[in-house]
C-alpha cells in the first residue's frame, strides 16, 4: 500500500520519462509537416473548385473535425494494412509508430487545410484583381501576392494549431507507442506509483507548451516588425 | 452649477491637466476650445469620472467630490448628475435606439418601464427620430447614431451634459443636423460643457468660451471677448490659425 | 480478416444506446465551464483583487495540461484511495460497481472551465472600451454594465468558439474508455471484444460522433445567427475556426 505521493519519485521518474520525449518531438514534426503540404493541397483544391476533388476534401475535413483523435489513430492502425494489402503491399511487420505518424498527419492536415482556406480568403478580392491586371497568371498571383500576406494571419493560428498538436501527442500511447505517457503507465503499473509519473508528465507538458506559445509570439512579434 | 477646484491629472509622467479651476452656470453653454493635446477632453471625461483626476474637487449643485478619495458611491451619484455625448457615439450596440435611450432611465435610475418609454420616446422626437425607435445603432447613420446619443443625454434629465467632440467623427454634411439638435438643447437651458472645433457654434451658441493650452486654462470669457479681443497671446495665435476656416463658412 | 460492413451495423446499433453518456460527458463540462469559465473571465476583466491575480497565472498553466492528464490524474485521486481501503476491507463488490462516469464528469468539467474561461476572456476583449464609458456616462454600475451591455455583446462572439469547444469536448471525451466508462467510443468496442471486429467498430463510431459535431455545428450556427441579429456584417471566414 503505502502513500499515494512521494515528492521525491517525482524526481527519480523525471529522467526516465523526459528520455522518450524524442517519440512526442517526431510526432509533432511529421504531423505539421505533413499536414502543411496535404493541407495545401486540400485548401487550393477547395479554393478553385477542382471537381470531385473540391467535394472529396469537404467531407474529409468535415470527417477529421467531426471525430475524435483516437477512432482516428484506430482506424488507421487497422484499416491502413487492409487498404495496402489490396494493392499488394504487405505492412504487417511495420512499426506501430509509422501508423501513428500516418494517422497524426492525416489529421493534421485537415485542420491545416482550413487555416490556409480562411487565411487566404482573409486577403482582400483587390488584391487578386490588381495582380490580374498587371499580368499576373493565377499562380503567379497565388505564390507572389497572395500567399506572403496570408501568412502572416495564418501565423498565430498556426502556432495555436503546433501547440494543440503537442497536447494531442498525449493520446498517441493508445496504441501502445512509448512515448512519454506510455513511460510514465508502464512505471505506474510497476510501482503502483501512478500519480508521480502524472505529475511529471503535467510539468513537462506545462513547460513546453509554454515555451512554444512563448515563441510564437516572439516569432510573430518579428515577423511583423520585418515587414514595416 | 458645476465647478472645479485645482483639478489635476497625470498619465504617467505626461501632465495633462496642471491645476484646473472653472465654473460653469446653470443653464449656460461653454465651450473649450484648444489645441489637440491641451487636455480639454481629459478634463470633460474627469467630470464624469470616465478618468479619475489625481488631485482637486468636483462641485455639482449641493454636492461636493474630493477626486483623491472619492467613494464607489460618490462616482456613481456625480454620473447620474451627469451625461455625456461621444466622439465616436458609443451607442450599446446590442440594443435599439429605443432601448438605448430608456437604459439609463430603467437600469441605472430605476425608472418604471412605462415611464422610462415615455421620456425616452419624447427625447428621440426632440432630435427628429420618431421613425427610428426600433433601429439598431449599425442600421443608422453617423448623424442619426450621435442623435440618439444626444437623446440619451436629455432623456436623463442631467445637471449638466458634457459633449466631446460629438461632430469630429462625422461626414461634413452630417454635421448640420447633429449641430442644429444641440442648439436646440441649449435653448431649453440645459448646461452644456461642450469640446468642440466648431467655431460657429462656439461663436453662435456659446455663453462661455475657455480657452485651453498645455493642461491651463489660459483665458476665458464671453465669445465677444475671447473672438474680438483675446487678451493672451497664445489665444491669438490658435484663432489666426483657424479663424480663416471658419471665414469661409460664415 | 475482410471489412465486413454488417458487424459496422451491429456495433452501432449498440453503441447508439450510450449517446446519453457521451452527452452527459460533454454537455455538463460546457454548462459548468459557461458558467465557472465566465465567471473567471469576468474577475480578470474588472480586475478583481486576489482573484484576477491568481487565475492570470493558473489558467495558462491548467491550459498546458493534456485533457488525458486531468482524466488519469483525477481517476487515481478519487479512485485509488477507494481502492485501497476496499482491498483492506475486502468491498470488491462496491468497486465493480462504481459508476466512473462521474470521474469522467469532473475531469472533463475542469478542463472545460479553463478552455472556456479564455473563450470568454477574448469575448469579452472583443467589446470595445467605449461601450463601457457609455455605460457609466448613463449611470450604470459595473455590474449592471456588465449584465446588460457587455454580456450580451459577447455573446455572439463567443457562441461559434463555444460551439468549437463543444465538439472539442464531445470528441475529448472520447478518452474516458481508457477508465473504462462506458460511451459511445466503449460501447461499440463492447462488441468488437466478442467478435474481435475492432475497425468495423471504431468506424460505427466515428458515424456517431461525426454525426453528433455535425449537428453541434449546426445548431450553434443556427444560435449564433439568432443572437447576431443587430450586428449587419458577420465575419464569414473566421479563423477561430480553430478546434481541438
Known amino acids: 500500500m503505502g502513500s499515494l505521493f512521494d515528492i521525491r519519485l517525482v524526481f527519480e521518474y523525471f529522467p526516465t520519462i523526459i528520455s522518450r520525449f524524442h517519440i512526442t518531438l517526431l510526432i509533432v514534426v511529421v504531423a505539421i509537416g505533413v499536414g502543411l503540404l496535404l493541407g495545401l493541397f486540400i485548401a487550393l483544391a477547395r479554393m478553385y473548385k477542382i471537381p470531385i476533388l473540391n467535394q472529396l476534401s469537404i467531407v474529409y475535413v468535415s470527417f477529421i473535425r467531426g471525430t475524435p483523435l483516437i477512432v482516428q489513430l484506430f482506424i488507421i492502425y487497422y484499416g491502413f494494412p487492409l487498404l495496402l494489402d489490396e494493392i499488394g503491399i504487405d505492412v504487417t511487420q511495420w512499426e506501430k509508430l509509422y501508423f501513428v505518424l500516418i494517422a497524426y498527419g492525416l489529421n493534421n492536415a485537415a485542420f491545416m487545410s482550413e487555416i490556409i482556406r480562411s487565411a487566404i480568403s482573409s486577403v482582400a478580392v483587390g488584391q487578386h484583381e490588381a495582380a490580374y491586371s498587371v499580368g499576373l497568371s493565377r499562380w503567379q498571383t497565388l505564390r507572389r501576392i497572395i500567399l506572403p500576406q496570408a501568412f502572416l494571419t495564418a501565423f498565430p493560428v498556426f502556432g495555436t494549431r503546433v501547440v494543440t498538436t503537442f497536447e494531442s501527442t498525449s493520446l498517441a500511447f493508445t496504441l501502445g507507442i512509448l512515448d512519454m505517457i ?8 510497476r510501482t503502483y506509483h501512478e500519480l508521480e509519473g502524472y505529475v511529471v508528465l503535467a510539468i513537462i507538458f506545462i513547460a513546453v507548451s509554454m515555451i512554444l506559445e512563448k515563441i510564437f509570439i516572439y516569432a510573430e512579434k518579428r515577423l511583423i516588425l520585418n515587414r514595416r | 452649477m458645476i465647478e472645479l477646484r485645482n483639478v489635476h491629472k497625470a498619465f504617467g509622467q505626461n501632465e495633462v491637466l496642471k491645476g484646473i479651476n472653472l465654473k460653469v452656470n446653470k443653464g449656460e453653454v461653454a465651450v473649450i476650445l484648444g489645441p489637440s493635446g491641451s487636455g480639454k477632453t481629459t478634463l470633460l471625461r474627469c467630470i464624469n469620472f470616465l478618468e479619475t483626476a489625481d488631485d482637486g474637487e468636483l462641485i455639482i449643485g449641493d454636492s461636493k467630490v474630493n477626486f483623491r478619495n472619492a467613494a464607489r458611491k460618490e462616482i456613481l451619484a456625480v454620473r447620474r448628475r451627469t451625461a455625456m455625448v461621444f466622439q465616436n457615439y458609443n451607442l450599446f450596440n446590442n440594443m435599439n435606439a429605443l432601448e438605448n435611450v430608456m437604459e439609463g432611465l430603467v437600469t441605472g435610475r430605476k425608472f418604471p418601464i412605462e415611464k422610462a418609454r415615455e421620456i425616452a420616446s419624447q427625447a428621440l422626437d426632440k432630435v427628429g427620430l420618431k421613425d427610428k425607435y426600433n433601429a439598431y445603432p449599425l442600421q443608422l447613420s453617423g448623424g442619426q447614431q450621435q442623435r440618439v446619443g444626444i437623446a440619451r443625454a436629455i432623456a436623463l434629465n442631467p445637471d449638466v451634459i458634457l459633449f466631446d467632440e460629438p461632430t469630429s467623427a462625422l461626414d461634413p454634411e452630417l454635421v448640420g443636423e447633429v449641430l442644429a439638435v444641440m442648439q436646440a438643447v441649449a435653448k431649453e437651458g440645459i448646461t452644456m460643457i461642450v469640446v468642440t472645433h466648431e467655431m460657429s457654434f462656439a461663436m453662435d451658441i456659446a455663453q462661455h468660451i475657455i480657452f485651453m493650452d498645455g493642461g491651463n486654462i489660459v483665458e476665458e470669457g464671453t465669445p465677444k471677448e475671447i473672438f474680438t479681443n483675446p487678451k493672451e497671446n497664445r489665444t491669438k495665435q490658435f484663432l489666426e490659425r483657424i479663424l480663416p476656416r471658419w471665414n469661409y463658412t460664415i | ?17 450510450y449517446i446519453p453518456a457521451t452527452l452527459a460527458l460533454s454537455l455538463i463540462p460546457l454548462f459548468l465551464g459557461i458558467i465557472f469559465g465566465t465567471m473567471i473571465a469576468v474577475c480578470r476583466r474588472f480586475r478583481i483583487k486576489f482573484v484576477a491575480p491568481l487565475a492570470d497565472i493558473a489558467i495558462p498553466v491548467m491550459k498546458g495540461i493534456p485533457l488525458v492528464l486531468y482524466l488519469f490524474i483525477m481517476n487515481f485521486l478519487i479512485f485509488k484511495p477507494f481502492d485501497m481501503l476496499a482491498q483492506y476491507y475486502a468491498w470488491a463488490d462496491i468497486i465493480r460497481y462504481m459508476d466512473k462516469l462521474y470521474i469522467g464528469i469532473i475531469a472533463i468539467s475542469i478542463y472545460a ?14 467589446v470595445g472600451k467605449g461601450q463601457y464609458e457609455a455605460c457609466y456616462s448613463v449611470g450604470l454600475t459595473r455590474w449592471q454594465a456588465l449584465w446588460r451591455v457587455i454580456l450580451p455583446q459577447s455573446l455572439p462572439v463567443a457562441i461559434p468558439v463555444l460551439g468549437n469547444n463543444l465538439i472539442g469536448l464531445i470528441k475529448g471525451s472520447s478518452v474516458v474508455y481508457l ?6 467510443m466503449n460501447g461499440a468496442l463492447t462488441t468488437a471484444q466478442i467478435n474481435y471486429r475492432f475497425l468495423e467498430a471504431y468506424i460505427a463510431a466515428a458515424f456517431i460522433y461525426w454525426g453528433i459535431c455535425l449537428l453541434t455545428e449546426w445548431l450553434f450556427t443556427v444560435w449564433e445567427n439568432h443572437t447576431k441579429k443587430y450586428q449587419m456584417r458577420i465575419d464569414k471566414h473566421n479563423l477561430r475556426k480553430e478546434v481541438l
Open chain 3, 179 to 184: 477508465i473504462t466508462v462506458l460511451d459511445v
Open chain 3, 1 to 17: 480478416m475482410i471489412f465486413d460492413f454488417q458487424y459496422v451495423v451491429t456495433s452501432f446499433t449498440t453503441a447508439i444506446h
Open chain 1, 182 to 189: 506510455g513511460q510514465a503507465q508502464a512505471i505506474g503499473s
Open chain 3, 113 to 126: 472551465i479553463v478552455i472556456i474561461s479564455e473563450t470568454m476572456r477574448s469575448a469579452l476583449m472583443s
